[in-house]
């Protein structure tokens, strides 16, 4: 009996242990600022001019890519655009889908979207069907959370790992910063990105962590790519997605059911969405442009990148 008591206690222990340190994660997490949302906030809030428009999306896998040659490459082919790369580092599919509204509101002609597999881990992440058994459906966390109006803060629960990331990673006080190009307000110039590693310096980096990818049923950000998609094509918005570029020392050693895995997320993606997905994933991966596994480096020796981007461009607008 003493037994049965003690077991009661510990488990009610755990559970009031749990309870508490949410809600305390919660109330903090609501009191801190959210700077990413007010740094998207104090962009999109200023006025950008009546030129048509194009936004380069993604993770710093876009950082190559400077929006002036993008647009210097259209205006030569014909197309007048103001181009801006809004890539950030670390990006995320439910943080954009936080902020699409400030995007349309834009009224970009096009939005292109740069991906790669890590965007689609699950390290962190819920899924969004979980597996049929006998009990009552109640609802995921992030369902149940959904029907709370936290404004600006939803992040907060639809991805705390991130949001808690995001929050104690940024200064209260920013110092300002210069971006690598014109129109990239949430890049931050870095003086060694321009630096091409050997490919025995290469070869010598720590590989990268890779986490898990849950299935294409499963995959919360994958969910949140095709909301983004769909509402951006419901306001006549163009989306381009393209796979961002991968060295040779990448892809020789991802995992195979990954790299199944992820082909078959973009073909969903495609499939669902109607369009085509362009790639650059191995296109330069032999060439001796690499400032480490999955950056080119950001100097005259790479304006391929941003050419060839502008020339997805160019094929979606002459459809």
Not at 2 to 10: A, L, Y
Not at 96 to 104: K, P
Not at 117 to 131: C, D, L
Request: hydrophobic share 35%.
């Amino acid at each position: 009996m003493k037994t049965i008591e003690t077991k009661s206690k510990t488990a009610m222990s755990c559970i009031f242990a749990i309870t508490v340190s949410c809600f305390l994660f919660i109330i903090i997490m609501l009191s801190l600022p959210d700077l990413l949302f007010q740094t998207y906030e104090n962009f999109f809030s200023q006025d950008l001019g009546n030129n048509e428009k194009i936004f380069i999306l993604g993770s710093s896998h876009v950082y190559a890519i400077n929006p002036m040659i993008v647009s210097k490459y259209l205006e030569t082919n014909g197309y007048k655009f103001d181009v801006y790369n809004l890539g950030s580092p670390g990006d995320d599919f439910e943080e954009r889908e936080r902020i699409l509204d400030m995007i349309i509101d834009k009224k970009p002609k096009v939005v292109m979207y740069g991906i790669e597999p890590r965007a689609f881990e699950s390290a962190g992440r819920t899924i969004t069907q979980t597996p049929n058994n006998s009990l009552p459906d109640i609802g995921s966390i992030n369902e149940l959370f959904d029907v709370i109006n936290l404004g600006d803060k939803k992040g907060i629960i639809k991805n705390p790992k991130f949001a808690l990331i995001r929050t104690i990673s940024s200064p209260i006080e920013k110092e300002i910063q210069n971006n690598p190009y014109p129109n990239s307000p949430f890049l931050n110039f870095d003086p060694d990105a321009k630096k091409i590693l050997q490919p025995n310096e290469l070869k010598d980096i720590k590989r990268e962590y890779v986490a898990k990818i849950n299935l294409v049923e499963k995959n919360s950000s994958l969910h949140s790519l095709n909301n983004i998609i769909e509402k951006l094509e419901k306001n006549n918005i163009k989306t381009i997605i393209f796979v961002t570029p991968h060295s040779k020392f990448y892809l020789n050693s991802y995992p195979e059911n990954q790299a199944k895995t992820f082909q078959e997320i973009l073909s969903k993606i495609s499939e669902k969405n109607g369009i085509e997905i362009y790639s650059l994933y191995e296109k330069y991966a032999e060439v001796n442009v690499w400032h480490d596994h999955t950056h080119l480096a950001v100097n005259n020796n790479t304006n391929f990148y941003p050419e060839d981007v502008a020339s997805f461009i160019i094929k979606e607008l002459e459809k």
